[in-house]
């Protein structure tokens, strides 16, 4: 079985976003090509789902300001804008992304006591989201990943996929993925390389 895991393809992350990747809704067209053509059996996608009082936000901290570093439940944390609000439109798919072709929707970021970039878990890895456990019950063997932001959670979605799915062939789609910036994408890159993940383009999986 051959999954496509899209993540966090969501207004919050593209332009006009609360949290905007630079050039992050050119994906979505590269993504709809290889969700029609990229021969998958399934396709999952990850959704930022948090609450409004999401301690990771630098409203809930007085005096911070966005991508200040504060503390969360005592440990160090990026101080982010508002983003992804449950139930808002900055929480909702890109309206150009092929929704229809989405399987499972694996929702993250709920606890406000702790951040969640990962798909597979939150950052304190001890509550663990059903992603791991449903791509196990679907015999996935080979799983492609994708989305915003390269160097933040969809690094830590692919860490985790190799690190939680040891049987399984992870592969992260570089120009099907935008990262906060130049330096952080690199080492994310090299990070996801020495850990496993192959690193290929959407032509190279069209081409297969």
């Known amino acids: 079985m051959k999954a ?3 993540i966090d393809i969501q207004n919050g992350f593209c332009p006009g976003g609360n949290l905007p990747v630079a050039d992050g809704d050119r994906i979505v067209p590269i993504v709809n090509r290889l969700i029609e053509e990229g021969s998958y059996d399934l396709v999952a996608a990850s959704q930022d789902w948090h609450p409004d009082h999401h301690g990771s ?7 911070a300001k ?3 570093m504060g503390t969360l439940s005592g440990k160090p944390q990026v101080l982010w804008p508002d983003h992804c609000v449950q139930g808002t439109p ?21 606890n406000p006591a702790v951040d969640s970039y990962s798909a597979f878990r939150d950052n304190d890895q001890a509550a663990i989201t059903g992603l791991a456990g449903y791509l196990r019950a679907q015999q ?3 799983l492609d990943i994708c989305g915003l932001a390269t160097d933040y959670c969809v690094k830590f979605s692919a860490l985790d996929a190799r690190a939680m799915l040891p049987d399984v062939k992870v592969r992260f789609i570089s120009d099907a ?8 994408v690199a080492a994310a890159i090299a990070e996801m390389r020495d850990a496993g993940v192959a690193i290929v ?3 190279e999986i069209l081409a297969d």
């Open 57 to 63: 936000f630098a409203s809930q901290h007085p005096g």
């Open 90 to 110: 900055d929480a909702e798919f890109h309206a150009d992304l092929n929704v229809d072709a989405i399987d499972y929707i694996q929702q993250k970021g709920e």
């Open 140 to 142: 996935v063997s080979e």
């Open 4 to 6: 496509l895991l899209l």
């Open 66 to 68: 966005p991508f200040d």
């Open 177 to 184: 993925s935008r990262g906060i910036d130049a330096a952080g």
């Open 201 to 203: 383009t959407s032509s």
